[in-house]
Antibody
Framework: QLQLHESGPGLVKPSETLSLTCSVSGDSVTNDKYYWGWVRQPPGKGLEWIGSFYQGGSAYYHPSLKSRVAISVDTSKNQFSLNLTSVTAADTAVYYC????????????WGQGTLVSVSS | EVVLTQSPGILSLSPGERATLSCRASQSVTANYVAWYQQKPGQAPRLLIYAASKRATDIPDKFSGSGSGTDFTLTISRVEPEDFAVYHCQQYSISPISFGQGTRLEIK
């Protein structure tokens, strides 16, 4: 059974870097059947795709975040991470790590999500 | 970016009624790469429909999706108490992936 678990600080100061890790169990982040990535949801608002990668290779990001975001992969730990620099209050959101099968390309698995607040 | 507009914003229905949720795209979504998700309070979204009309694993047949081009619909044939939630549409045909703002299905 696949499990995705997000971890990281729940509070980040403005202008600092938000860092989250997604630990994957029940599958491998190098599995060529899936994309892995991040989606966020500001409180009371809709979903926003952040970015994703394939087979531990190059990542693709939402253009609005591209200058501030990076997704990295640690295949030895079967984890992937999100770094978002120069955060503001607008980055306050629940952050989800997700899996997208190459075949259907919709998101079939979501982590439980972690709330990150940006505040001094 | 493809902008998805969902309507109505809030849909108030009684159990047993039929729910029709709309998702309109700002440009044609090729290959009908549209998905629908259900989200209950405090939970992650759950995939219901992908490729506009294909039900995901273990999704009951009361949920159905239809549409093509720029207009897509999620239908719940007879709404049950557990169906009251927020529904999101998503397109994954044109990068960047985008979502609608959601439709809240509430008990009338």
């Amino acid at each position: 059974q696949l499990q995705l678990h997000e971890s990281g600080p729940g509070l980040v100061k403005p202008s600092e870097t938000l860092s989250l890790t997604c630990s994957v169990s029940g599958d491998s982040v190098t599995n060529d059947k899936y994309y892995w990535g991040w989606v966020r949801q500001p409180p009371g608002k809709g979903l926003e795709w952040i970015g994703s990668f394939y087979q531990g290779g190059s990542a693709y990001y939402h253009p609005s975040l591209k200058s501030r975001v990076a997704i990295s992969v640690d295949t030895s730990k079967n984890q992937f991470s999100l770094n978002l620099t120069s955060v503001t209050a607008a980055d306050t959101a629940v952050y989800y790590c997700v899996r997208r099968p190459v075949t259907i390309r919709a998101i079939d698995y979501w982590g439980q999500g972690t709330l990150v607040s940006v505040s001094s | 970016e493809v902008v998805l507009t969902q309507s109505p914003g809030i849909l108030s229905l009684s159990p047993g009624e039929r729910a029709t949720l709309s998702c309109r795209a700002s440009q044609s979504v090729t290959a009908n790469y549209v998905a629908w998700y259900q989200q209950k309070p405090g939970q992650a979204p759950r995939l219901l429909i992908y490729a506009a009309s294909k039900r995901a694993t273990d999704i009951p047949d009361k949920f159905s999706g239809s549409g093509s081009g720029t207009d897509f619909t999620l239908t719940i044939s007879r709404v049950e108490p557990e169906d009251f939630a927020v529904y999101h549409c998503q397109q994954y045909s044109i990068s960047p992936i985008s979502f609608g703002q959601g439709t809240r299905l509430e008990i009338k």
